[in-house]
Structures are given as C-alpha cells and as structure tokens.
C-alpha cells in the first residue's frame, strides 16, 4: 500500500498551475497576509509571507495579526546585475520596503524584506520594467542558478555563466501564472498547460543548481542537488563534471535527516548539458519521496534507491553515457577581495558586505555608497554566493573615481580580518519564521569574540570558515563550516567542528544545545590547542579532525550521527 501523500501535493495539483487565488487574494485588505494555500504558493513566485517577530508579542496584546509583510528573492543567474538594474531596485527597497535595505543571500541574488501587501504587485511590475523577475526562486522547482564569481578568467567565466542563464530557463516552469497574477499579463486555459520538466504537481522538494569552475568552490557544490563542474582544456570549457545529491539541511531531534555531499556522476561534454540537467530534475520528479517531505529532496532519492540506479535513469532519459570524471580540484572557496585584473584588462573590485545587508549605517552608509558607484560605473556588478558585491568590468582610469567612493561610504575597509571576511549567516531573526535563535545579528559581535580568542593564541591573521544558521535548514551554509552553529532555541546553539577550507567536507556535532559563553569557552581552548598543536599550514578544521577532537564525517547517513 502507498504512503498517503503530503498535503503540499494537493495544494500543488489543485492550484492551477501555481495560480491559486493569489489573485484575489492581493485585493483583500482585511488581512496584510495570504489565505490557506496562497501562503504556501507564492512562494513558486519567489515571496515568502513572513512578519517581524520583534514586535509580534506587542501586537498580541494590542489584538492585532502580526505585520504580514513578503520577503521577495529574485532570479538573477550567475548573480550579474547592471547598474541600472541596480538603481532600480535600491529606489524600491529605500521606498517601499520597511527596513530600506537590500539583501544580499548566499543563493548570490537580493532578496526585499518587508514589503506590504499594497506594493507588491508594484515591485512585481518595478522589477518587470528592468527586466528582472522572481519566478522559481522558491517552492518546489529549481531555485536561481548560481555560478562562480571568477571576473579575472573572463572568457571562461562568460560561458559558464551562458550556461548558468541557459540551464535557469530550460529548468523555469512553464506556467503563465506569474505574468497573469502580478503583470496583468493575458488570462489563458490552465487546462491546455503543460510542464514538461517540472510536471503537473512539481517536484518533490526545493531543487538547487550550480555551475562551478575549479579551482573555486564558492557555490559551495555540496549544498546543492545538481552541479556542473567546468573542465577546461587549453583555456576551453569542453564539458562539466555532473555532481548530484548535496544537500545541508536537517531537523532537530529526526536521525533520518543530515546533511550530505554530492556524489559525482561522471563528465559529459557541455552540449549535452540542458538534456543533462532535465534528466537529473525529471528523475528526481519521479523518483522522490511526496509522502514525507522532510525526506524529499534528492540526496534522499540517492540514498533510498542507490546512486548507480539514479545515474542509470539520468543517462537513460538524456541519451547519454557519462563518461570517466576528469580531474579538478577546489582550492579556494572565499572571494578574492580588492581589486583584480581580468584577462580582458578589465578590473574587478570585491567588496565585503558583512552578512549582505545593504543599509546606511551611522559612519557608513553602504546602500547610498553602492548607488553612487552605480551612478557612474560603466561595466556590471557581481553578486556572490558568500554575499559580496563585486564591481566588475572597470576600465583602468575609472578605478581611482570607483575605490574613493567605496572608502568614504565604509564599502572597503582594510582592517577587516580574514576569520570575519570568511564568515557568513542566514538571516533569521526578526523576518525569518523558522528561526529558532539569532543568527544575521548575532554574527559581528560573535565574530569579534573569535577575534579575541585568535589574538589571545597568536593565530590573528588566520582564516576560519565560520558560519552559523538560525534553525537547521542550512541557508548560511554552516554544514560546510569549520565551526558551524546551527540554531536550537533562543541564545542556544549546536556547535559543529570539522569541515574543511575547501568546502568538501561535512562538519561533526562536537556539542549540542550550548549557550554563546559556553561556545566560546569551547572555542577558547580549541583555538588554543590548534596554535600550538598545529603541522604547518594546517587548518582548523582539518586539525580538529587529526587531534581527534571530532570524527570525520565520510558518509552522512552512517558518520554523523554515530
């Protein structure tokens, strides 16, 4: 007998192809949010309802509903905006958003919090008019396609990024829901549509892409279902390594979910790459789990029916044969900071954004800095996936004009550490309903303690990769962290040791459900030991493993909880 199907199933095949009433919905005023499976639909349309859990409590007493408001995540593949593009969007965000900010995510898009239910057909519209949308960048599909940020291998980069737009259009749903409901585009028959790829109920679970060149993992393969591995021969991309099933979230307390690595398939040469892709995204539609959604996405596909009979399915539906992998490595993982000289002659300037939040701050106002660079840059920006902006394309007698700006709004400032450059989290609180404890707020000064304890043990000037997540559903990456904490309840954290510089390893809880002092206590003595226990050039995920502190996770489904 089979299992009964997940409630998102029937809202996904009564919906009519993702249309719902959201519609109708936007024209009720007597609530600020959406009503039964709306909620859960406008997601397929990049918005998540959320409220600000600040001031809910007060509202309560007050017997108001919570501030319904959306955060939107757009679809920018490979991250490349224009500058006028940009002005666009930060006009919208200064206007009609409630905190004035733009966010930059590790899905290396911008996302808009806070904007009521009035304005959002206006920022539908807003970003239409620029040429921008958010469809799939939430819900059941294949979310925004990401791809290295590597500005200075220009022609290389220029193709994967061709084919990161390619395999994101190929992979959109085909539904004309999202132009009719929030474009007032033509009405047309849901009967006589079709989803080719996605199917009539979509997939089973969220589906995350990427295309990546060696020697940079900054997409950080292992935290999505499908990757496209760039093999270059003599300067050209001749085809990609196909990894599948990463994946880093879980759930508290269900052993039946961890964090996973993605298993490599094999080459295939780049034609076959969209066929390639449908196939990985069909199998998973078919063969993933819709009854339990904490087991849907394609890392549990793998596990439950075996990577060489998921592999032998995808090679079925492409007509193709995987070839032998060839060979690559990843090196580096951060961004590259400062300014870069790309093969073109072109300069490319990364600036950190600390947790991607652009807003004017008291001494550095960092949102009217991005604008006023906008204003007079000539060549495109670059978001990243570990929420950086990169200027890119700068001519050699613009990069004078450019660095001032960025100085005197606090975008460069060179006495940022290395442990802070490589840290990162999710948003959390006070947009994110999931959050069980702080994370986006809670990193400076958690980061400055590190510092502390890095100064106090003579190790300063080295990176760590430290990332830390609101609740266990992985958006800051921290299951790809050398320290790594994952959010359990108010000012309580797991804490994870052991992943790697690289970013292909999956971190080990050391220890569970432990206050910020009693963290940094644990970190205090460990940093200690890895100043003076250290082989050299030794990193602190990898010494944590060698001095035994932790095991080595191999094999999620077997090491991680062991």
């Known amino acids: 007998m089979s299992e009964k199907l997940s409630d998102n199933e029937r809202l996904k095949r009564e919906s009519g192809f993702l249309r719902g009433t959201i519609e109708q919905d936007l024209q009720d005023r007597i609530t600020g949010g959406f009503n039964g499976d709306n909620f859960q639909l406008i997601r397929f349309h990049g918005m998540y309802q959320q409220d600000d ?35 666009a969007i930060d006009k919208f965000a200064t206007d009609y958003t409630m905190y004035g900010s733009i966010r930059l995510t590790t899905r ?7 904007v009521l239910k009035p304005n959002i057909k206006l920022m539908h519209q807003t970003l239409a008019s620029i040429g921008i949308d958010s469809i799939a960048t939430a819900g059941d599909v294949n979310r925004n396609v990401l791809c290295t940020t590597n500005p200075f291998q220009s022609k290389l ?9 390619k395999i994101s259009e190929h992979l959109l749903p085909k539904s004309r829901a999202y132009a009719e409901i929030f474009l007032d585009g033509e009405k047309v028959e849901t009967t006589e549509e079709e989803e080719p790829i996605l199917g009539s109920t979509y997939l089973p679970r969220k589906f995350k892409t990427t295309v990546t060149i060696p020697p940079y993992n900054d997409v950080d393969v292992h935290a999505n279902d499908l990757n496209f591995v760039a093999i270059e021969e003599g300067g050209e991309l001749v085809g990609f390594n196909v990894l599948v099933g990463g994946g880093l979230a879980m759930t508290h307390g269900d052993t039946s979910t961890y964090p996973r690595r993605a298993d490599d398939l ?9 066929a390639v892709a449908a196939a990985v995204v069909t199998t998973q539609r078919d063969m993933g789990n819709r009854s339990n959604r904490k087991n849907a996405k394609t890392k549990y596909t793998l596990d439950r029916v075996g990577t060489d009979v998921f592999k032998a399915e995808v090679e079925k539906r492409a007509a193709i044969a995987f070839e032998e992998s060839r060979p690559y490595e990843f090196t580096h993982r951060g961004d590259r900071f400062g300014w870069v000289e790309g ?4 300069h490319h300037l ?3 954004i600390e947790n991607g939040r652009l807003l004017d701050y008291p001494g ?26 990169i200027i890119g394309g700068v001519p050699k007698k613009d990069k004078a004009r450019i660095e001032k700006l960025a100085r005197e709004h606090g975008l460069i400032d060179d006495g940022v ?14 947009t994110c309903p999931l959050a069980m404890a702080e994370a986006e707020r809670f990193l400076p000064g958690f980061v400055t303690d590190i510092e502390q304890i890095q100064q106090k043990h003579g190790v300063a000037d080295e990176a760590i990769v430290f990332r830390v997540t609101g609740c266990p559903n992985g958006c800051g990456r921290a299951m790809l962290a050398e320290i790594g904490l994952v959010g359990k309840a108010m000012g309580r954290y797991n804490l994870h040791l052991g992943g790697n510089v690289n970013g292909t390893r999956i971190p080990k809880m050391y220890k569970e459900n432990i206050t910020e002092a009693q963290i940094l206590e644990e970190l205090d003595g460990l940093i200690g030991r890895w100043a003076k226990e250290r082989e050299e050039g030794e990193s602190f995920g990898d010494f944590v493993i060698r001095a035994g502190v932790v095991a080595e996770v191999v094999v999620s489904k077997r090491d991680f909880y062991a």
């Open 53 to 87: 859990r600040d001031i809910r409590p007060e509202r309560t007493k007050q017997k108001l509903e919570p501030l319904h408001n959306v955060m939107l995540r757009a679809r920018m593949p490979g991250g490349i905006i224009t500058p006028q593009q940009w002005l």
């Open 108 to 114: 290396q898009t911008f996302q808009f919090h806070g």
């Open 157 to 165: 980069h220029q193709e994967a990024y061709d084919w990161a737009r």
């Open 266 to 274: 094999g080459f295939i040469a780049k034609e076959h790459t969209l």
């Open 343 to 346: 093969i073109d002659g072109k």
């Open 350 to 352: 990364t600036l950190f």
């Open 364 to 389: 550095k106002p960092l949102k009217t800095g991005v604008a006023e660079i906008a204003r007079i840059h000539k060549g495109d920006f670059r978001m990243t996936s570990n929420q950086n902006l």
């Open 417 to 430: 550490s290395e442990l802070r450059k490589q840290s990162m989290a999710c948003v959390a609180l006070p």
